[in-house]
Protein backbone atom coordinates (compact mmCIF):
# COMPACT_ATOMS: atom_id res chain seq x y z
CA UNK A 1 0.00 0.00 0.00
CA UNK A 2 2.87 2.49 0.58
CA UNK A 3 3.95 1.19 -3.02
CA UNK A 4 0.38 2.18 -4.01
CA UNK A 5 0.08 5.97 -2.36
CA UNK A 6 3.86 6.61 -3.10
CA UNK A 7 3.28 6.33 -7.10
CA UNK A 8 -0.70 8.17 -6.78
CA UNK A 9 0.99 10.89 -4.96
CA UNK A 10 3.51 11.32 -7.72
CA UNK A 11 1.35 11.24 -10.14
CA UNK A 12 -1.26 13.55 -8.69
CA UNK A 13 1.35 16.05 -8.33
CA UNK A 14 2.78 16.09 -11.84
CA UNK A 15 -0.64 16.22 -13.09
CA UNK A 16 -1.58 19.32 -10.70
CA UNK A 17 1.68 20.77 -12.04
CA UNK A 18 0.96 20.95 -15.40
CA UNK A 19 -3.28 21.67 -14.88
CA UNK A 20 -5.70 24.17 -15.86
CA UNK A 21 -6.16 26.85 -13.01
CA UNK A 22 -9.89 25.41 -13.35
CA UNK A 23 -8.89 21.89 -12.70
CA UNK A 24 -6.59 22.57 -9.86
CA UNK A 25 -8.62 22.99 -6.59
CA UNK A 26 -9.96 18.97 -7.35
CA UNK A 27 -6.37 17.90 -7.95
CA UNK A 28 -4.89 19.43 -4.77
CA UNK A 29 -7.80 18.04 -3.06
CA UNK A 30 -7.27 14.65 -4.20
CA UNK A 31 -3.36 14.90 -4.02
CA UNK A 32 -3.89 15.61 -0.72
CA UNK A 33 -6.38 12.23 -0.30
CA UNK A 34 -3.49 10.76 -1.56
CA UNK A 35 -0.74 11.90 0.92
CA UNK A 36 -3.11 11.30 3.85
CA UNK A 37 -3.50 7.80 2.74
CA UNK A 38 0.59 7.73 2.18
CA UNK A 39 1.48 8.87 5.79
CA UNK A 40 -1.72 6.00 6.87
CA UNK A 41 -0.14 3.42 4.93
CA UNK A 42 3.58 3.96 6.19
CA UNK A 43 2.24 4.10 9.97
CA UNK A 44 0.76 0.92 9.34
CA UNK A 45 4.26 -0.92 8.49
CA UNK A 46 5.45 1.15 11.39
CA UNK A 47 2.67 -0.53 13.83
CA UNK A 48 3.27 -4.16 12.25
CA UNK A 49 0.85 -6.26 11.04
CA UNK A 50 -2.54 -5.43 13.67
CA UNK A 51 -4.81 -4.56 11.26
CA UNK A 52 -7.10 -7.34 10.31
CA UNK A 53 -7.92 -9.37 6.89
CA UNK A 54 -11.58 -9.68 7.49
CA UNK A 55 -12.64 -11.23 3.71
CA UNK A 56 -11.23 -12.98 0.85
CA UNK A 57 -12.48 -13.37 -2.67
CA UNK A 58 -11.22 -15.39 -5.21
CA UNK A 59 -12.32 -15.61 -9.02
CA UNK A 60 -9.97 -18.74 -9.89
CA UNK A 61 -6.99 -20.75 -8.35
CA UNK A 62 -4.69 -17.40 -9.38
CA UNK A 63 -6.79 -14.66 -8.73
CA UNK A 64 -7.88 -13.23 -5.67
CA UNK A 65 -8.31 -9.86 -3.65
CA UNK A 66 -8.08 -9.45 0.45
CA UNK A 67 -9.86 -6.72 2.01
CA UNK A 68 -9.49 -5.61 5.88
CA UNK A 69 -9.65 -2.75 8.04
CA UNK A 70 -8.86 0.85 7.85
CA UNK A 71 -8.70 0.26 4.17
CA UNK A 72 -6.44 -2.78 3.81
CA UNK A 73 -6.81 -4.48 0.06
CA UNK A 74 -4.26 -6.55 -1.39
CA UNK A 75 -4.28 -8.37 -5.08
CA UNK A 76 -2.67 -11.53 -5.74
CA UNK A 77 -3.13 -12.65 -9.80
CA UNK A 78 -0.25 -15.43 -9.18
CA UNK A 79 -1.98 -18.07 -6.30
CA UNK A 80 -0.64 -15.82 -4.01
CA UNK A 81 2.91 -15.99 -4.43
CA UNK A 82 3.24 -12.14 -4.58
CA UNK A 83 0.92 -9.36 -3.55
CA UNK A 84 0.14 -5.66 -4.80
CA UNK A 85 -2.44 -3.14 -3.46
CA UNK A 86 -4.76 -1.54 -5.53
CA UNK A 87 -5.99 0.89 -2.84
CA UNK A 88 -5.52 3.87 -4.85
CA UNK A 89 -7.78 3.30 -7.26
CA UNK A 90 -10.33 2.87 -4.67
CA UNK A 91 -12.01 5.93 -3.21
CA UNK A 92 -11.90 5.67 0.39
CA UNK A 93 -10.16 9.01 1.92
CA UNK A 94 -11.50 8.59 5.34
CA UNK A 95 -10.24 4.47 5.39
CA UNK A 96 -13.33 2.89 6.14
CA UNK A 97 -13.05 -0.89 7.06
CA UNK A 98 -13.81 -3.19 3.89
CA UNK A 99 -15.78 -5.61 5.79
CA UNK A 100 -16.67 -8.23 2.74
CA UNK A 101 -16.52 -8.73 -0.61
CA UNK A 102 -18.25 -10.85 -3.56
CA UNK A 103 -18.72 -11.65 -7.43
CA UNK A 104 -20.43 -12.40 -10.28
CA UNK A 105 -19.28 -12.29 -13.38
CA UNK A 106 -16.86 -9.44 -13.72
CA UNK A 107 -19.11 -7.35 -11.05
CA UNK A 108 -17.04 -7.32 -7.60
CA UNK A 109 -18.25 -5.39 -4.72
CA UNK A 110 -16.64 -4.41 -1.83
CA UNK A 111 -18.93 -3.34 1.32
CA UNK A 112 -18.24 -1.60 4.98
CA UNK A 113 -18.03 0.94 7.45
CA UNK A 114 -20.37 3.79 7.27
CA UNK A 115 -22.42 2.48 4.36
CA UNK A 116 -19.04 2.39 2.37
CA UNK A 117 -19.78 0.31 -1.49
CA UNK A 118 -17.27 0.11 -4.09
CA UNK A 119 -18.28 -1.40 -7.27
CA UNK A 120 -16.15 -2.90 -10.31
CA UNK A 121 -17.40 -4.14 -13.71
CA UNK A 122 -13.82 -5.61 -15.19
CA UNK A 123 -13.53 -8.11 -12.38
CA UNK A 124 -11.53 -5.81 -9.45
CA UNK A 125 -9.30 -3.67 -12.20
CA UNK A 126 -10.86 -0.78 -11.78
CA UNK A 127 -13.26 0.79 -8.92
CA UNK A 128 -16.26 3.31 -8.60
CA UNK A 129 -18.10 4.30 -5.32
CA UNK A 130 -21.79 3.71 -4.93
CA UNK A 131 -24.30 5.33 -3.39
CA UNK A 132 -25.64 3.74 -0.57
CA UNK A 133 -29.00 3.35 1.09
CA UNK A 134 -27.76 3.73 4.55
CA UNK A 135 -25.37 5.10 6.34
CA UNK A 136 -24.31 2.08 8.80
CA UNK A 137 -21.60 -0.67 8.41
CA UNK A 138 -22.18 -3.19 5.88
CA UNK A 139 -21.11 -7.02 7.02
CA UNK A 140 -21.76 -8.99 4.17
CA UNK A 141 -22.68 -8.55 0.49
CA UNK A 142 -24.12 -11.61 -1.75
CA UNK A 143 -23.89 -11.20 -5.22
CA UNK A 144 -25.97 -13.30 -7.78
CA UNK A 145 -26.37 -12.02 -11.46
CA UNK A 146 -27.19 -8.11 -11.21
CA UNK A 147 -28.88 -8.99 -7.84
CA UNK A 148 -27.15 -7.86 -4.79
CA UNK A 149 -28.30 -7.87 -1.13
CA UNK A 150 -26.53 -5.46 1.15
CA UNK A 151 -26.37 -7.05 5.33
CA UNK A 152 -25.71 -4.77 8.01
CA UNK A 153 -25.75 -3.11 11.25
CA UNK A 154 -29.41 -3.48 13.51
CA UNK A 155 -31.11 -5.63 10.94
CA UNK A 156 -31.09 -3.38 7.71
CA UNK A 157 -30.63 -4.82 4.46
CA UNK A 158 -31.19 -3.89 1.09
CA UNK A 159 -31.66 -5.65 -2.55
CA UNK A 160 -30.90 -4.30 -5.80
CA UNK A 161 -31.70 -6.07 -9.12
CA UNK A 162 -30.35 -3.34 -11.33
CA UNK A 163 -26.15 -4.48 -9.98
CA UNK A 164 -26.42 -1.45 -7.45
CA UNK A 165 -28.15 1.25 -9.12
CA UNK A 166 -31.19 1.44 -7.28
CA UNK A 167 -31.85 -1.02 -3.50
CA UNK A 168 -34.61 -1.28 -1.72
CA UNK A 169 -35.31 -2.39 2.05
CA UNK A 170 -35.47 -5.90 3.04
CA UNK A 171 -37.73 -6.15 6.29
CA UNK A 172 -35.70 -8.80 7.56
CA UNK A 173 -37.91 -8.53 11.21
CA UNK A 174 -34.85 -8.65 13.81
CA UNK A 175 -32.92 -5.68 14.95
CA UNK A 176 -29.48 -8.03 15.66
CA UNK A 177 -27.13 -7.53 13.25
CA UNK A 178 -26.65 -9.09 10.18
CA UNK A 179 -23.16 -11.41 9.77
CA UNK A 180 -23.52 -13.23 6.77
CA UNK A 181 -25.45 -14.39 3.70
CA UNK A 182 -25.48 -17.03 1.25
CA UNK A 183 -27.78 -17.21 -1.67
CA UNK A 184 -30.01 -20.98 -2.70
CA UNK A 185 -29.86 -22.39 -6.08
CA UNK A 186 -34.05 -21.17 -6.12
CA UNK A 187 -32.61 -17.55 -5.79
CA UNK A 188 -33.16 -17.43 -2.23
CA UNK A 189 -31.30 -16.03 0.41
CA UNK A 190 -30.02 -17.51 3.56
CA UNK A 191 -28.50 -15.43 6.68
CA UNK A 192 -27.12 -15.65 10.17
CA UNK A 193 -27.37 -12.82 12.91
CA UNK A 194 -25.72 -12.56 15.79
CA UNK A 195 -28.71 -14.39 17.55
CA UNK A 196 -28.89 -18.01 17.61
CA UNK A 197 -31.56 -18.08 14.54
CA UNK A 198 -30.67 -18.06 10.65
CA UNK A 199 -33.06 -15.97 8.35
CA UNK A 200 -34.72 -17.36 4.58
CA UNK A 201 -35.67 -15.05 2.34
CA UNK A 202 -39.22 -14.59 0.48
CA UNK A 203 -39.24 -15.66 -2.99
CA UNK A 204 -39.20 -12.17 -3.94
CA UNK A 205 -36.38 -11.41 -1.19
CA UNK A 206 -38.09 -8.54 -0.70
CA UNK A 207 -38.89 -10.31 3.71
CA UNK A 208 -37.28 -12.65 5.72
CA UNK A 209 -38.84 -15.28 8.39
CA UNK A 210 -36.39 -16.97 11.22
CA UNK A 211 -35.68 -20.45 10.56
CA UNK A 212 -35.53 -23.41 14.12
CA UNK A 213 -32.82 -22.28 16.44
CA UNK A 214 -29.77 -23.27 15.65
CA UNK A 215 -27.62 -22.50 18.85
CA UNK A 216 -27.82 -20.93 22.03
CA UNK A 217 -25.23 -17.94 21.12
CA UNK A 218 -24.67 -15.54 18.18
CA UNK A 219 -23.96 -16.67 14.37
CA UNK A 220 -21.02 -15.17 13.09
CA UNK A 221 -20.90 -16.96 9.89
CA UNK A 222 -22.09 -20.42 8.20
CA UNK A 223 -22.14 -22.69 5.55
CA UNK A 224 -24.56 -24.91 3.89
CA UNK A 225 -22.82 -28.17 2.89
CA UNK A 226 -23.57 -30.12 -0.43
CA UNK A 227 -25.60 -32.66 1.43
CA UNK A 228 -27.64 -30.22 3.11
CA UNK A 229 -25.96 -29.80 6.57
CA UNK A 230 -24.90 -26.47 8.29
CA UNK A 231 -22.13 -25.58 10.14
CA UNK A 232 -22.27 -22.40 12.07
CA UNK A 233 -19.36 -20.59 13.58
CA UNK A 234 -19.64 -17.90 16.59
CA UNK A 235 -19.99 -17.57 20.34
CA UNK A 236 -20.48 -20.83 20.90
CA UNK A 237 -17.85 -21.99 18.80
CA UNK A 238 -18.13 -24.47 15.85
CA UNK A 239 -20.98 -26.61 15.65
CA UNK A 240 -22.84 -28.86 12.90
CA UNK A 241 -26.52 -29.17 12.27
CA UNK A 242 -27.52 -32.66 10.49
CA UNK A 243 -30.96 -32.84 9.06
CA UNK A 244 -33.08 -29.61 9.52
CA UNK A 245 -35.86 -30.36 7.72
CA UNK A 246 -34.14 -28.40 4.94
CA UNK A 247 -33.76 -28.79 1.44
CA UNK A 248 -31.36 -26.17 0.72
CA UNK A 249 -28.95 -26.81 -2.53
CA UNK A 250 -26.36 -24.00 -2.34
CA UNK A 251 -25.35 -22.74 -5.76
Known sequence: MVDAFSTAVDEKAAELESAAEADSGRLQEELEN???MLDDSISFVEEGPVRPFID???RNALEGIAVGAFGLIVRTDDGG?????????LSNAEARHYNAIDASGNTVFIVGESGHIQRSVDGGHTWGTVESPYEGSYFDVVIQGSRVLLLGLRGNAFISDDNGDSW???????TANLSKGVVLDDGRFV??????QLLLSNETSTGFSALPRFVEGAISSFLIAPQGSIITVGTRGVMA???????FEVR
Open 241 to 247: HGDQNLS
Open 168 to 174: STVDTST
Open 191 to 196: VSQYAP
Open 81 to 89: QSWYSPAAS
Open 56 to 58: VWF
Open 34 to 36: FEF
